[in-house]
């Protein structure tokens, strides 16, 4: 948990920390507003509440929000292939920068899930995998840049239809 954090706080740059800081002035505007309004009691309980709020959802969203904005890609799986004589299953596939930032890195997040018959538990299952596997790209990927990538998961034994997916966060 303390690694998580750490890795968090150090992968931050210039646009989250204007983003944090603003919405902190925005909290402290709000605040001060409430504290104007003190006489129209309505007014200023609605202005706490609204301060709170934006304090709560705010940096989780305008993180999210920005951090989609600024380092859009692409990924395309090509391969996803079970060996025969091993117990393995093998993912290849091309992760494309359509951003106009340089990328550091990228971190890939693997998911294998189950296929049911059942379409509404098929929207389900790939928030839910039953394999899971991360994959480090280091090194620039240039903006209209692709990188290729292949994984092996193993062991890996499931005889049954399953699907793949992909996403990646990168910085």
């Known amino acids: 948990m303390k690694t998580d954090i750490l890795t968090f706080i150090h992968t931050l ?4 920390y204007l983003l944090f800081g603003g919405i902190i002035f925005l909290f402290l505007f709000l605040l001060i507003l409430s504290i104007l309004f003190r006489h129209k009691q309505t007014l200023a309980i609605s202005f706490v509440l ?12 305008g993180y999210i929000a920005l ?52 379409s509404f538990l098929n929207k389900l299952d790939p928030y839910f995998p039953f394999r899971r596997q991360t994959l480090s790209l280091s090194g620039p990927i240039s903006p209209k840049e692709t990188q ?11 005889p049954k239809r399953h699907s793949v997916t992909v996403f990646g966060q990168c910085r």
């Open 67 to 118: 951090h989609a904005l600024l380092y859009k890609h692409t990924i395309t799986l090509t391969t996803v292939k079970d060996l025969e004589f091993t117990e393995a299953l093998i993912i290849k596939g091309d992760l494309n920068n359509t951003s106009k930032k340089t990328f550091r890195e990228c971190t890939l997040y693997v998911g294998v899930s189950k296929v049911s018959s059942i």
């Open 148 to 158: 290729t990538f292949k994984l092996l998961i193993q062991p890996f034994k499931y």
């Open 50 to 61: 609204l301060a709170f709020i934006t304090l709560i959802t705010a940096p989780i969203g």
């Open 13 to 16: 740059n210039l646009y989250d």
